[in-house]
């Protein structure tokens, strides 16, 4: 008896000992990579090199073998690779002993100031084994920038078309301080970074592409530059007083624009004009007892794309509100959800509300919503709500509104590609938005071309 079970001990650890000495050759074998970016950034405010890592784990009870660990760009790439001290482009039949790692040590070198270098540089490695693939993306700043980590603007300031401006952390336009950013300027916000305006912010682009002024997140490379929420947003806080925007871009935010309070002086808190909003995972435009005037203004794609709350004072004019399901955010919100109360201790708590929309567009499809445009009255302060001219798609017209609007006629964009993410909001020779206007003195549309003096078309864009 003793000398089976000494037989069946001895086999046992024979096959334990075989089985960590053989290879794992499965393809649900399971490979930890300990990052899947690696990220340069700061330290190209003057040329130099630095060096990023990740490790490559065998998670198995058996040995693993990495047949490839390639950077892709091979000997032209900026990026150089290093795996236990040797240098190379690609290492193959790499054995990993079980719940071993292995550490792979990147280095970048550039010079920020080569005009000639584009203003991010990406490579790759790939990571092989057992038929299955895992990559590390790397990105770093090919071009100097203005990087600003927890900036506070203290005095005002100007911003010019010289360097993109990279935040970090987050930026404060302080009270009573301005931030004026001239045309072209490209705004880069890191994904923990509001930007925070207390005093007053000036965008000042301007119509053609390359002058229009763009915020968005820093992640540049592909998948992330279309991902939503990719940076917080920015804020209009309660001192913030003349703002406005002009022929901006505002894309990828988690809410696109927050403004709260009423203005401290006649003006509204914030102007927009000509300005694009878009991909925003909470909201495009969110709203508490303010004010906002907008011309010529997309919101699109968001999750909810206007969210006007707690009463208030509102102007938009010639607008596209417009959202379909994507393989980002799904269409489950109205595109306009007015009301004129909030709660406090669950108590609703009423506040006046003046708004008016004119020749504008809220639409919305392949989502689970019927009625676009929500407005909740509440208690008995100023209630006065204005849909003048438009098409709005809606089951019901809204209570407590007076409106001049065409019900559930599609509006008929140009072209809507959700699953590409391509969407282009200019009618279409057939749409029943053209000529549907009223004059309400806008002589020009989103693209900065001219709208005519009698019958313009509704929304944002003109047809030409």
């Given at each position: 008896m003793r000398f089976s079970f000494l037989i069946i001990l001895i086999t046992g650890l024979f096959w334990v000992s075989c089985k960590k000495d053989s290879f794992i050759s499965s393809p649900e074998a399971r490979l930890i990579v300990t990052a899947d970016t690696l990220k340069y950034d700061t330290v190209f405010v003057s040329a130099g090199s630095t060096y990023r890592q990740f490790r490559v784990i065998n998670d198995n009870d058996q040995k693993l073998r990495i047949s490839s660990l390639r950077l892709m760009g091979g000997a032209s790439s900026v990026f150089k690779m290093n795996l236990d001290g040797v240098s190379g482009t690609e290492f193959t039949n790499l054995e990993l002993a079980a719940h071993d790692s292995l550490y792979v040590f990147m280095q970048v070198n550039v010079d920020p100031s080569a005009i000639n270098q584009p203003f991010v540089l990406r490579d790759s490695v790939r990571i092989s084994y057992n038929g299955k693939t895992s990559w590390v993306q790397?990105?770093?700043?090919?071009?100097?920038?203005?990087?600003?980590?927890?900036?506070?603007?203290?005095?005002?300031?100007?911003?010019n078309n010289d360097k993109p401006y990279v935040i970090l952390g987050s930026l404060l336009v302080n009270t009573n301080q301005t931030l004026t950013i001239n045309k072209g300027c490209r705004i880069y916000m890191h994904a923990d970074a509001p930007f925070i305006?207390?005093?007053?912010?000036?965008?000042?682009?301007?119509?053609?592409?390359?002058?229009?002024?763009?915020?968005?997140?820093?992640?540049?490379?592909?998948?992330?530059?279309?991902?939503?929420?990719?940076?917080?947003?920015?804020?209009?806080?309660?001192?913030?007083?003349?703002?406005?925007?002009?022929?901006?871009?505002?894309?990828?935010?988690?809410?696109?624009?927050?403004?709260?309070?009423?203005?401290?002086?006649?003006?509204?808190?914030?102007?927009?004009?000509?300005?694009?909003?878009?991909?925003?995972?909470?909201?495009?435009?969110?709203?508490?007892?303010?004010?906002?005037?907008?011309?010529?203004?997309?919101?699109?794609?968001?999750?909810?794309?206007?969210?006007?709350?707690?009463?208030g004072n509102y102007q938009f004019t010639h607008c596209t509100v417009a959202s379909y399901s994507n393989r980002f955010i799904s269409h489950k919100e109205p595109v306009v959800q007015l009301t004129n109360f909030g709660y406090n201790n669950n108590t609703p708590v009423s506040n006046n509300l003046t708004a008016v929309f004119r020749n504008c567009i809220f639409w919305g499809e392949t989502g689970l919503v019927?009625?676009?445009?929500?407005?909740?009255?509440?208690?008995?302060?100023?209630?006065?709500?204005?849909?003048?001219?438009?098409?709005?798609?809606?089951?019901?017209?809204?209570?407590?509104?007076?409106?001049?609007?065409?019900?559930?006629?599609?509006?008929?964009?140009?072209?809507?590609?959700?699953?590409?993410?391509?969407?282009?909001?200019?009618?279409?020779?057939?749409?029943?938005?053209?000529?549907?206007?009223?004059?309400a003195g806008v002589i020009l549309d989103l693209d900065g071309k001219p709208r005519p003096v009698g019958l313009p078309d509704l929304g944002c864009f003109e047809k030409q």
């Open positions: 790397l990105e770093a700043w090919g071009q100097n920038a203005h990087f600003l980590r927890d900036h506070i603007v203290n005095s005002s300031e100007t911003w305006v207390d005093g007053t912010l000036q965008v000042n682009g301007l119509k053609d592409t390359i002058d229009r002024v763009v915020f968005s997140g820093d992640r540049l490379d592909e998948p992330f530059k279309d991902y939503p929420a990719s940076w917080p947003g920015i804020y209009f806080l309660s001192n913030a007083k003349n703002n406005q925007v002009n022929f901006a871009m505002i894309r990828n935010a988690y809410q696109s624009l927050g403004v709260i309070d009423p203005s401290v002086n006649a003006n509204p808190k914030l102007v927009l004009n000509e300005t694009i909003i878009d991909n925003g995972y909470d909201a495009g435009i969110i709203s508490s007892n303010s004010s906002i005037q907008a011309r010529n203004c997309l919101i699109s794609n968001c999750g909810k794309n206007l969210l006007l709350t707690k009463g019927t009625d676009e445009v929500v407005v909740i009255k509440n208690g008995n302060t100023l209630f006065n709500v204005l849909f003048d001219y438009g098409i709005w798609k809606a089951g019901t017209t809204p209570a407590n509104v007076t409106s001049n609007q065409m019900l559930n006629q599609n509006p008929l964009f140009e072209n809507l590609d959700p699953f590409n993410n391509g969407y282009n909001f200019h009618l279409s020779s057939s749409s029943p938005a053209l000529n549907k206007g009223t004059n």
